[in-house]
């Protein structure tokens, strides 16, 4: 597979943080941020069913899902846009030990009132020992997600560019030597007359 620390600079601070991470953290998938980058209404329930549905599969760090947990322990309703967006603000982010989620949410003021016009949440893949493939196929179920669905997100990790490096080094090959064996098979079966010759020669681009 690619190794990060032969494609960095001997130099680079990056070369102690891959290999920490390779020593330590190597059995665990990559945390993937998500990034919501457009307002959408968090305290309608049809929009918190829509961003379940995406997290499934991953364990989540989100600020959402500890936000609705606090409001049922405090047994409090924000199902409006006032009352979601007031008690977030002053009561939810001012308390210790939630107050590391005020950097996930950027709000905008707009005259009296605040909305939340982007936030972000982390995803860990709930992987097995195949961890490389297993996460290159979230890659390819969530990429298509983040264009065509109606809640407009992205979604990051810096090992992205390794795991898009290690899918094409695996498909690329087989479609490519397939490709070939196919067109080599029909030209010999126009310029060989010979039935066994056919025969004999397609055995033969097969095996190789």
């Known amino acids: ?21 390779q020593k330590l953290f190597s059995n665990y998938s990559p945390v993937i941020g998500f990034y919501i980058y457009e307002p959408i209404e968090y ?15 991953f364990n989540k760090i989100s600020w959402i899902d500890n936000y609705f947990n606090y409001l049922k322990v405090t047994n409090v309703s924000a199902s409006t846009k006032s009352d979601f967006i ?5 009561s939810f982010l001012r308390r ?29 893949a709930r992987t097995t020992e195949k961890t490389r493939e297993e996460v290159v196929e979230l890659l390819e179920r969530l990429r298509p997600l983040s264009l065509i669905n109606s809640i ?32 080599i098979l029909i030209l010999t079966f ?10 004999w020669l397609i055995l033969t681009v097969t095996s190789v």
């Open 1 to 21: 597979g690619y190794n990060i620390v032969n494609l960095l600079a001997s130099n680079s601070p990056s070369v102690s943080f891959a290999l920490t991470q």
């Open 86 to 90: 007031n008690i977030l603000k002053t």
């Open 190 to 199: 126009f310029l060989v007359i010979n039935p066994l010759g056919n025969f």
């Open 152 to 183: 407009k997100f992205i979604v990051f990790n810096p090992t992205f560019v390794f795991m898009d490096r290690y899918s094409s080094s695996v498909v690329s090959p087989i479609l490519t030597s397939g490709f070939s064996v196919l067109t």
């Open 43 to 57: 305290w309608n329930s049809t929009v918190q069913e829509h961003l379940k549905t995406l997290g499934q599969g």
């Open 96 to 124: 210790p030990e939630y107050q590391h989620f005020t950097e996930d949410i950027i709000f905008s003021k707009n005259g009296d009132e605040y909305d939340i016009i982007a936030s972000r949440m982390y995803l860990v």
